[in-house]
């Protein structure tokens, strides 16, 4: 079964006078989509199902059906099988983007009903829950706050670390350190801010505040951040370093000058992803920054509000007016991630290393 | 990783001119300490973070009367306090296996797609818009969950339970929304499908070309050359993969925590609203936890850490013996 390729067949093929299989038309597989749908319709109308997915699911399993033994009839069973691992393999693309596109659609049109200019720049400050308006400042204000205090402890250590592994790095400290990157990787973002909660809160015995906040996201932002700046240092060409070795420069000054600049771009978009990342995080951010409704701009006192958290707050609420506000919120929290990705992205494409290949 | 960082511990190139090697400038020794004193820093977090939970976790399980692995109740507050992690440990695994079996076949469907079956115009479009599934936070799934797919499921766990219902584990014994478990699975399915595509995506990518192109040679059909050079080449990429997938699934807070209706009740039936996850829990009991309960919600976390640890650990074990894996320099 596994060594089909040894099949006689193609050798065959030459004493039949012509080189090439039977092959169906370029138009046989839109043919048999067309036929299968109406199959599925019929036998979906003939039943009486009233679901439409059971349509499509009947049709689809026609498709696949017909595909395999029409192709297999037509053009061997090996042919047959190809094709049915081709339309499986477009399925499940299919079935990728269906829940993506659902939910960007159910986002904007839910997000647009609330989202404006006064929502963006208003809190929630002496509003009830059931009433409208009320706005999103202070998660906006303190998502920033926390996200950036976050990057400034984690963007140098996740640095440094990528450039230990990559340019000092040999032995068993270095392959713990890139063990312990990858599984910290995996750390569940509830447990980081668990562990803030446990050292800053309950021992060092500080109230909830956005700072706690960020010592958990920068827990969770620093493995990413060696990771890609690792994957980074490691596409800068090493005849790069060798030269600059060989001129007689010392080694600290070859990757501050020369490894360093030639991959920033890769390193940028890395940060930028990280940010991104930690941006949806609510889980830590609900345990130590706690929400409030009022704008506190100081983020190492007293209680912050944050974008993620007050989806989660206003939907808990489960008010119509709230729920209201938080597709808005998730609106603006989708916004800001997928403008950081894309930003973040564009410089990937802008200074994309030359790895001279 | 060892492949690609060899060259850069190769002495400099050029004749061996008998110069004295190895002389630690200042610069160089300063900028070493500042790496190296990154690097444990992260080794040191991990291990605080242990230690600091473990801590936390011991004073709650010592003060908690029941057997805090098998108790179906979650009340630290009580007198005497009885908490007990058997419900979660039992959703968290079983709506992480539903994500798993449902998301796995799926990812690797797309990472085929991407890596071989997609228009070579369309191959980065679509890599990007998977990145793009990865980038929505965790909130924002739970909320689409919430409002779109629990009304939405609910046909399908009517239809589950009328012509599956005999297996027992579709059998629907309270009517109700489908805030169950089968739900979330569905849910955490969608979440991890990125990670899941991006990583066997990668190694389907570094299937060597040579077998590809022998294979096709041989007169292969494109399934054949998947299965017989693209598959078994990627088959440790892809158990590693799922594990990062489960690592994610089981430690999904969030999502969870909108989507599901907890309750303390241990059932086998997965389309009845109930259940809980480790993550959820901690996230649904903490405002009203006082000290106490936060200790035991920390015990709860720990557990999790650990299991989390464990699966990551694995799957990156798995990762780091392909020596194969590594960038352009190798």
Known sequence: MSHTVQDKRPVAAPSRGTLAHARMPRWAPAAIAVGSVATGCLIGVVAGLESRIQWGLLSALTFVAATYFITAKVEGSRQGKNRVATSLVWVCFALAIVPLLSLAWIT?????????????????????DAEEGGGVYHALLGTIEQVAIAAV?????????????????????ARAVTFFVDVMTGIPSIV?????????????????????????????????????????????????????????VPQWRTILKVVLPTSIGGITTGVMLAVARITGETAPVLLLVFGTKLINPNPFEGAQSSLPLYVYEQYSVGTAAS???????????????????LVARGIARWKAPQTGR | METATAPTQAPPPGPPTGTPRGKARPGDRIFLGLSKGSGITLLVIMAAIAAFLGY???????????????????????DPPVFGIAVLAFGTVVSSIIAMVLAVPVAIGIALFISHFAPRRLAGPIAYVVDLLAAVPSIIYGLWGAVFLVPYLDGLNKWLDEYLGWTYIFERTSEGVARNLFTVGILLAIMILPIIT?????????????????????????????RMAVLPFGRSGIISASMLGLGRALGETMAVAVVLSPSFV?????LDPGGGTFAQNIAAKFNEADEFGRDALIASGLVLFVI??????????????????SGANA
């Open chain 1, 323 to 341: 729920v209201d506000r938080a597709w808005a919120g998730a609106l603006v929290l989708i916004a800001f991630v997928m403008i950081l990705n």
């Open chain 2, 56 to 78: 936390r976790a011991v004073l709650a399980i010592s003060k908690d009367e029941a057997n805090f692995l098998t108790t179906f109740e979650w009340n630290p507050a009580g």
């Open chain 1, 192 to 248: 980081a801010g668990l562990f803030v909660l446990a050292t800053w809160n309950l021992m060092l015995g500080f109230g909830p505040s956005g700072f706690a906040g960020s010592l958990a996201l920068a827990i969770l932002m620093m493995p990413v951040i060696v990771r890609s700046t690792e994957e980074m240092l490691k596409l800068v060409p090493n005849e790069l370093r060798e030269a600059s070795l060989a001129l007689g």
């Open chain 2, 266 to 270: 241990l059932s086998g039936h997965l």
């Open chain 1, 108 to 128: 904007l049109t839910k997000g647009l009903t609330v989202l404006d200019g006064y929502f963006l720049t208003h809190s929630m400050s002496g509003l009830l």
């Open chain 1, 153 to 173: 402890i984690a963007t140098p250590i996740g640095l440094l670390t990528a450039v230990y592994l990559v340019e000092y790095g040999r032995g068993r400290l």
């Open chain 2, 198 to 226: 991006n990583v066997t995506r990668e190694v389907f990518l570094q299937s060597p070309k040579m077998h590809e192109e022998a294979a096709l040679a041989l007169g292969a059909t494109r399934w054949e050359v998947i």
């Open chain 2, 308 to 325: 989390t640890l464990l699966v990551n650990g694995a799957a990156r074990a798995i990762i780091a013996r392909r020596k194969e894996y």
